[in-house]
């Protein structure tokens, strides 16, 4: 190895070692000052900012700002969520599953109210009258629709429903008497649908979301399926506004684009909730339909579920009345198959087990059982692929089958191996591109808590009633006639 080294050759490389540490010190000094320059330009920016936003027109809309300081905020709720059900008048399951009812958790709401009660509704038949029937099991209706208008005198009640279309105006017109602020919306003007949602908001930290209806029938001769969550502001105060978007709407009869920035929310499938539900650490988020009527930030209701089936791994058990891959109220007709193509992509993609629940009744709409055993013919053990479709049929004696659009399993919930969703849509295009819907979707994946997540309990349900005495397979051959 060489180790004699020229004098004139050390010197050079001294020489260079100095000078390039001359030029890392002098670049080191350039990098101190631009960093200085910068602390001072951010701190201008912070005094100046508030002064030059004090000259913003009022009505400016202003979503970034809302969303930042939504963020800022934690939620430091504990919240408790309780599924709850209706089990129609004379169903019985051979199953220790039981969730309390939604007349007692209704009942409940009322009795925690202390200053308001905001509920969103289709429409309102929670007495005898209003179906012209004599049927002691109306008795629960009634006494929800009696202790609501106790209320009205006291509280501050208010109703966005939807612009009646041949319902009875009974229970509203007592409900105005008595003091409830009332707003209907035109949504047949607006995008041709319904407003179909189903959801309360009281003091702004209770929540009920689910199926049923402000209807009798949904209490004691509907099946059913809704959450109520106890003590959460937080998740209250994002509910809220999807009921100002309706209070909003019924005001003006018009849909606002953009949405004003106090409609926006910084909670949705990418960037949900996180929060303490049952003392189980929780993702949660609310979704709305139709598009048009989702602010900055809002998941709509449709991609909420397509993103809910994409991030299952081992199963997709849906349990809806009406399944249609098509917009079933459209004229001419339209086929939409965006949730049905989801569904088999899944289970052909992924070897996701599917699993359908869907009603079967005397209004059912024969166009679904085609399309139904499409789907369930997508079967074949030999190539993993795993589709199933089963009938729920909600049975009737003499009495009850004289009880108008009763007995019938009206749930609208899907569950995965990994989140739970509830909802207040039927499964058809119309749902999520016309009418106004809402869905609560929670995570609870991370759960080490000994408490049963939201995602155990549906499936559970789910499970329940797929094994039980009303659900019958559909296969190929099947006759509606004979099912229902």
């Known amino acids: 190895m060489r180790t004699d080294i020229p004098y004139n050759q050390l010197v050079d490389t001294e020489w260079r070692r100095k000078e390039s540490n001359r030029r890392q010190r002098t670049a080191l000094m350039v990098l101190a000052s631009v960093g200085c320059l910068l602390l001072v330009a951010v701190a201008l920016y912070s005094l100046l900012t508030p002064a030059a936003s004090s000259h913003r027109h009022p009505d400016s809309p202003r979503p970034d700002v809302s969303v930042v300081r939504e963020k800022a905020q934690s939620c430091s ?4 969520i309780v599924v709850a059900e209706s089990i129609p008048e004379g169903v019985e399951f051979n199953s ?36 012209g029937t004599q049927e002691p099991s109306a008795n629960q209706g009634e006494q929800v629709l009696n202790r609501l208008a ?6 501050n009640v208010r109703i966005a429903v939807n612009a009646p279309q041949g319902q009875p105006l009974g229970d509203l017109r007592l409900l105005n008497d008595s003091g409830a602020d009332i707003r209907t919306v035109n949504m047949r003007e607006l995008t041709t649908g319904v407003l179909h949602t189903k959801f309360w908001v009281v ?8 199926s049923a209806n402000m209807d009798w029938r949904s209490l004691t001769q509907v099946k059913e399926l809704g959450a109520v969550v106890y003590n ?7 509910l809220e506004k999807i009921f100002e978007a309706y209070w909003f709407v019924g005001a003006n009869q018009s849909i606002p684009s953009p949405w ?3 409609f926006s929310t910084p909670y949705n499938k990418d960037t949900p909730l996180q929060l303490s539900l049952n003392h189980t650490p929780s993702s949660v988020y609310l979704s709305s339909s139709p598009p048009s009527f989702c602010a900055a930030g809002r998941t709509p209701d449709l991609q909420s579920i397509l993103s809910v089936m994409d991030d299952a791994e081992r199963f997709i058990y849906i349990a809806v009345m009406n399944y249609l891959p098509t917009m079933e109220f459209s004229h001419p007709k339209r086929y939409w198959a965006e949730i049905d193509t989801q569904l088999r992509r899944k289970a052909y993609e ?18 679904m059982f085609p399309f139904l055993k499409s789907l369930a013919s997508v079967h074949d053990p030999k190539h993993k692929l795993d589709i199933q479709v089963r009938l729920f049929v909600v049975p009737a004696d003499p009495r009850q089958r004289k009880i108008p659009f ?8 899907m569950v995965t191996d990994k989140i739970a969703y509830i909802g207040t849509s039927n499964w058809s295009g119309d749902y999520f591109v016309n009418t106004a819907g809402s869905a609560l979707v929670v995570n609870q994946t991370e759960s080490q808590s000994l408490e049963p997540t939201v995602q155990s309990q549906l499936k559970a349900v789910f499970e329940r009633d797929w094994d039980s005495d009303y659900s019958r397979p559909l296969a190929q051959d099947s006759d509606l006639k004979t099912f229902c």
């Open 203 to 210: 003091d702004k930290k209770h929540v009920y979301i689910g």
């Open 260 to 262: 004003p920035a106090s």
């Open 96 to 131: 220790s599953v039981s969730h309390p009812s939604i007349f007692q958790q209704w009942m409940n709401l009322m009795s925690e109210a202390r200053s308001s009660i905001d509920i969103a509704s289709f429409y309102w038949t929670l007495t005898n009258t209003d179906t």
């Open 406 to 413: 009763a007995r019938v399993n009206h749930n609208k919930y």
């Open 77 to 80: 709720d504990t919240c408790k």
């Open 150 to 155: 106790e209320l009205s005198g006291k509280l």
């Open 232 to 238: 959460c502001s937080c998740l209250a105060a994002d």
């Open 350 to 367: 992924r070897r996701v087990k599917v699993r359908l629940l869907i009603s079967c009744w005397n209004n059912s709409q024969p166009v």
